[in-house]
């Protein structure tokens, strides 16, 4: 496996993973976006600020290209329990996933999963790409116009009104898993007043499930921290009332099928940052618990000078060099 720094020409530009979580189990990545293509800028997004919108659908890659890169993925092996649609901004700015959906489906019996902030969905055309997924994950982090424009920070144009008419419309035409992603947040919604809005506006979407999620990852904004155990406890019992809660438990990387291990941890910390820990527990499962080549491996990774790290509550993370 490579590890001096060159990037290996096979390497895949749009697939990464797979990597383990608790809502997903092993689950591919398929990011279909340009860096930062969004049309939030959510305080909380472990990708930066949003330093100019994106509001327009385009065809920002080929799709047989894309495809392609699934199909390799396919073809290498290991296990994967989703193939999950993502992006490094508004996955669903893609115009044109309703074909990579379709195709996907007809590749492989591994279901599809479609992460998305759920701004489009006021969209006729968004909504009926997304009939063929077999799970759909938005975001709804308000319950009003005053946190939705506090926590999400829209582009001009996109309103709580409209955001939330959106998903109810989704959910009135979509006969999929409707999964949505709650982000709790330390001070800004994880108030009684704000939970019980909150939970007001999930009665009206109707989801299978709420994803109640936190803010683990360094977020670009100061203000941005995480709710004490006892909030989330308390968020956990409202919104239950609006739908079944999912509790927010982190998953982890899964590097055992990796054949290029430079490559496969690059293509994870160039779409989040990744804590230190995380990835010398993935090493260490790869490595049946040889620390010492978990200790040789990671120094040679970060030595390629393709990675640096930051700190944040005390934690380590890894982000791009």
Not at 133 to 153: F, M, T, W
């Amino acid at each position: 496996m490579p590890l001096d720094g060159k990037k290996d020409p096979a390497a895949l530009k749009h697939v990464f993973g797979p990597v383990s979580s608790r809502r997903l189990g092993q689950s591919l990545g398929v990011d279909l976006l340009p860096m930062k293509s969004c049309t939030w800028n959510c305080v909380y997004c472990q990708l930066g600020r949003t330093k100019r919108y994106a509001t327009e659908r385009c065809e920002f890659f080929p799709p047989d290209e894309i495809l392609a890169e699934i199909q390799e993925a396919l073809h290498r092996g290991g296990h994967i329990d989703w193939i999950t649609f993502v992006g490094s901004g508004e996955t669903l700015l893609y115009k044109g996933i309703g074909h990579l959906i379709e195709s996907v489906k007809k590749m492989t019996d591994v279901p599809v999963a479609v992460i998305t902030n759920g701004s489009l969905f006021h969209l006729a055309e968004v909504r009926c790409e997304l009939m063929q997924a077999d799970a759909v994950l938005p975001s709804l982090n308000a319950g009003s116009e005053e946190l939705y424009e506090k926590i999400d920070r829209p582009a001009p144009g996109f309103s709580f009104r409209q955001h939330l008419d959106g998903l109810v419309q989704f959910r009135r035409e979509y006969r999929g898993m409707l999964w949505v992603e709650v982000m709790l947040l330390g001070g800004l919604n994880d108030s009684d007043e704000a939970l019980y809005e909150l939970a007001g506006a999930l009665k009206q979407v109707a989801p299978d499930m709420v994803h109640l999620v936190l803010p683990t990852r360094p977020a670009p904004e100061q203000q941005v921290a995480l709710p004490g155990d006892d909030r989330i406890e308390r968020a956990f019992s409202i919104l239950s009332t609006a739908a079944p809660v999912m509790h927010p438990v982190k998953g982890s990387m899964d590097l055992g099928s990796a054949s290029d291990l430079l490559e496969a941890v690059m293509a994870i910390v160039s779409r989040h940052p990744v804590q230190e820990r995380e990835l010398s527990s993935a090493l260490l499962a790869r490595f049946s618990g040889d620390q010492a080549e978990v200790e040789r491996t990671m120094k040679d990774l970060f030595d390629t000078g393709r990675f640096a790290t930051l700190e944040q509550a005390g934690e380590i993370f890894w982000i791009p060099g």
